[in-house]
């Protein structure tokens, strides 16, 4: 037999039960602590809370904005919390009343000198708690913040300038929309497209000269959710650019801002293009149009090859009123029972929505 | 005696320590596995700590999703899950119920709660599935959806909603789950900026029993009384705080819980949907949609987002919980049965190389080893075969190691999440570790072995936990 001289093992058990005994105390007073934190948050919470609403109603006092100024980082973090909470039911005078009562407090400062703190964590707060609370002065440093070498702090100074409505960043923004990652492409489109009309002209010169098919679709997604284009014909010629996806914006963008003949002519020969998403989108875009020359096409594109298209062609002709409802009620009688099913079930549709 | 100790002297240590060796090296992987996850969620925590999600949550661009919920005799519950979706923060969402050929009165309540009414609603049917009886809609609550179909369990359920749902993202969730609120938020936040590579995620699933729960929100967080549950709770943290996080950080990722899963619709539909001869379907559709893509030479990536909960009823009684490790085991073993080409092979990268050999050696084949270790060295010791030192280092890796490990789970949920609040509750999660280590987990390493030796001679057999229903607030 080997001979198994050894003592260690016991060590070992003394060791390891040690560290269990330990990790049991550590866990039962890191709980001790985050309860006494938890508590004096939910009690800050509750009077910062209460501050802020008087401040809604008669404006902030000097003693308040000193003592709000005094707030710690965890603190701004609960007041930040609580801003985010109160400020959408308010009215917008008295929204006016709370920022200028956290202007004139030195936590805007404060966050304004954190977009260059070394943690990333705070840089991400500030660009957050900045662009939330509508602070124009950060705007310089969170364009800086486009550059930072953290992903999420990027994301977070792109949505930070879109809540800030800076137009004067737009450009920079824009450029973010050659990135790979298609979530900072989102985030772009969204902070733009929160800039308002202001930002139309600009949006449409960048349009004209972006060579990038990336940063084409991402302004035609921006087109569309402003719902205005000061030039409709660049949006018109784009329906036939060569790359699909950028037709497929093009045709949703036609379809949303304001309606006319050259348009729905374009959405109609959409309605032939080899890629289905491109049909689907026209389809859908024709019944956002509401002309009636589409039903004829609609109601030959219910026969589709693809499911999305039939979909879209049927959705389009249950909102282009009696015309589009007479027209699936001819589509009842297809021959194609694909057809005939889509049919029926856009005029079950419309009827129960209408009936309720 | 002595003559015995002579004869099985050498081999009997040899294998002690081969034993010893494998439960010493399985909580060290695990180990490693919570290092990766530490860093990991306290990254996450600190990514969301001011996050509200508004940017997906106001915006049409978001990607819409499809919450698929298949239903087979959810009575006592379904009404309450439904609710909770519905009350989802998340703008472009559908809800696609599937009544499973239910017995009881699923599908009645559902039409009067909801004021379903049947529809001619036509969809592309891309999936095999059982023959569908009807569609009802909701004009009170246009984002629901039911399916009425013919019984063909959980995966065809799930074909068929699939079938249904029209966003390019299908949310899998169980009929007896309450989701959070935010949770399809949380999930979509961190799949967005990986999404040209994710095909999956999933959440943590937690426990509901001894919990208040209202809507969505689980109000009070509590420790159900039963220890079975407490133990599993434990399980569960160890499980999905570290496991499943160290695998999605290692890009090994083989599972998403089918009680919380989000998939992308047309990687479903291109691997055929979910396998309706597994009871694992869950993780069979995860590795098909690995060895798929790998094969095709696309990017995929399976991630695990902890902060998006679900809440689901576990098993309270010896029985149900034997009926579903029995299952899972089973499970585990159709899933790599059916992919064993992957097993080992480089093509398809970590999957191939780390995460099925771990599967197949740390879980499946684990039940051999553990049952080795658990019967024969504590007879080895009393019949005077093995050393006291080492029977000692075998219950230090066996059982003191495993315990560690778990207080290092309750550490980490301490130092990110926090929802077992009172320092009572804490002590009784610690009780439960403890005791969970000293028979529950010989107790499910024999079922495992059971379900090891036989499930191959077995049909499939599914045994509902019955339902108490949520304790609301």
């Known amino acids: 037999m080997v001979n198994w001289d050894a003592g260690w093992e016991v060590g070992l058990l003394v060791s390891l039960l040690a560290a269990a005994a330990l990790l049991v105390l ?157 979530w900072t492409d989102l985030l772009a489109i969204m902070a733009l497209s929160r800039m308002g009309p202001g930002s139309v002209p600009r949006i449409d010169a960048l349009l004209r000269a972006s060579t990038s098919p990336a940063m084409t679709k991402g302004l035609l997604q921006v087109t569309a959710q402003l719902g205005l284009a000061e030039d409709p014909a660049l949006v018109r010629a784009l329906a036939r650019y060569d790359d699909p996806e950028v037709r497929v914006e093009a045709v949703r963008a036609l379809g949303r801002i304001p309606a006319d003949e050259a348009s729905v002519d374009v959405c109609l020969a959409a309605m032939d293009d080899p890629a289905w998403p491109t049909r689907a989108l026209a389809a859908r875009s024709l019944g956002h149009l509401g002309d009636r020359r589409a039903i004829p096409r609609l109601e030959r594109a219910m026969g589709d090859r693809a499911y999305w298209v039939r979909h879209h062609a049927g959705q389009a002709l249950a909102t282009l009123g009696q015309a589009g409802q007479d027209a699936l009620q001819r589509r009842l009688a297809d021959p194609n029972p694909f057809v005939r099913d889509m049919a029926n079930q856009m005029l079950f549709t419309s009827a129960l929505a209408g009936a309720t | 005696m002595s003559s015995l100790t002579a004869l099985l002297g050498d081999e009997f240590l040899l294998f002690s320590l081969v034993i010893t060796g494998y439960f010493a090296l399985f909580n060290t992987i695990q180990l490693v596995l919570l290092l990766v996850a530490f860093r990991k969620v306290r990254q996450r925590v600190r990514a969301i700590r001011l996050e509200d999600f508004r940017e997906i949550q106001e915006s049409d661009l978001a990607p819409p999703v499809s919450v698929v919920v298949p239903a087979h005799n959810e009575g006592p519950t379904i009404v309450e899950t439904i609710r909770s979706l519905l009350a989802l923060r998340y703008v472009r969402l559908e809800i696609v119920v599937v009544n499973d050929g239910s017995t009881d009165d699923t599908l009645a309540l559902l039409i009067g709660e909801f004021g379903l009414r049947r529809t001619p609603r036509v969809y592309w049917q891309q999936l095999k599935c059982k023959p569908v009886r009807g569609i009802y809609w909701s004009p009170a609550c246009p984002r629901l959806w039911v399916l009425d179909k013919e019984n063909g369990r959980k995966a065809d359920a799930i074909n068929a909603g699939i079938n249904l749902a029209s966003a390019p993202y299908v949310t899998v969730i169980d009929g007896d789950t309450i989701i959070e609120d935010d949770a399809v938020l949380a999930m979509m936040h961190a799949i967005l900026p990986h999404s040209r590579d994710t095909v999956a995620a999933g959440g943590t699933v937690r426990i509901a029993n001894g919990c208040r729960l209202e809507g969505t929100r689980a109000v009070q967080v509590g420790v159900p009384s039963s220890f079975l549950a407490r133990a599993q709770i434990v399980e569960y943290l160890r499980g999905f705080l570290f496991g499943r996080v160290g695998w999605s950080e290692l890009q090994s990722l083989m599972i998403v819980s089918g009680a919380f899963g989000i998939f992308r619709k047309d990687v479903l539909v291109e691997i055929g949907g979910f396998r309706r001869d597994t009871v694992g379907e869950d993780i069979d559709v995860i590795v098909r949609m690995h060895r798929q893509r790998r094969e095709a030479g696309r990017p995929c990536r399976v991630s695990f987002v902890p902060d998006p909960v679900c809440w689901t009823e576990c098993p309270e009684t010896l029985g149900q919980l034997r009926s579903q490790r029995e299952r899972w085991h089973r499970g585990l073993g159709e899933t790599l049965e059916h992919n064993r080409a992957m097993l080992g092979n480089p093509r398809y990268g970590r999957i191939g190389l780390v995460a099925m050999p771990y599967y197949m050696l740390f879980e499946y084949l684990a039940p051999l080893v553990e049952t080795a270790g658990f019967v024969i060295l504590p007879f080895g010791w009393a019949l005077g075969l093995v050393d006291w030192r080492l029977f000692l280092l075998f219950l230090i890796a066996s059982v003191i190691y495993g315990l560690v490990l778990s207080l290092l789970g309750l550490v980490l949920e301490e130092l990110s999440f926090r929802r077992y609040r009172d320092l009572a509750q804490l002590a009784k999660l610690v009780m439960a570790a403890v005791l969970e280590g000293v028979g529950l987990r010989q107790l499910q390493v024999w079922w495992r072995l059971v379900a090891l030796i036989t499930w191959r001679g077995r049909a499939a057999s599914w045994v509902n936990i019955p339902r108490k229903g949520f304790q609301r607030a």
């Open chain 1, 26 to 182: 550590s866990l039962f007073l890191l709980n001790r602590i985050h309860a006494r934190r938890l508590e004096r948050a939910l009690h800050l919470e509750q009077g910062l809370e209460q501050t802020l609403l008087e401040w809604a109603r008669r404006g902030p006092a000097p003693e308040e904005i000193a003592q709000l100024s005094r707030l710690r980082g965890d603190d701004r973090a609960v007041l930040f919390r609580v801003c985010l909470r109160i400020l959408p039911e308010l009215e917008a005078e008295a929204v006016e009343r709370v920022r200028s009562g956290l202007e004139h407090s030195s936590i805007l400062d404060r966050e304004v000198a954190n977009l260059r703190h070394w943690s990333w964590g705070r840089r991400a707060d500030a660009c957050r708690m900045l662009g939330r609370l509508g602070c124009r002065r950060a705007i310089p440093g969170l364009v800086e913040r486009l550059e930072d070498p953290d992903p999420v702090v990027r994301q977070r100074a792109i949505a930070a300038l879109g809540d800030l409505r800076a137009v004067g960043a737009l450009d920079r923004i824009v450029a973010a929309l050659d990135a790979t990652a298609s």
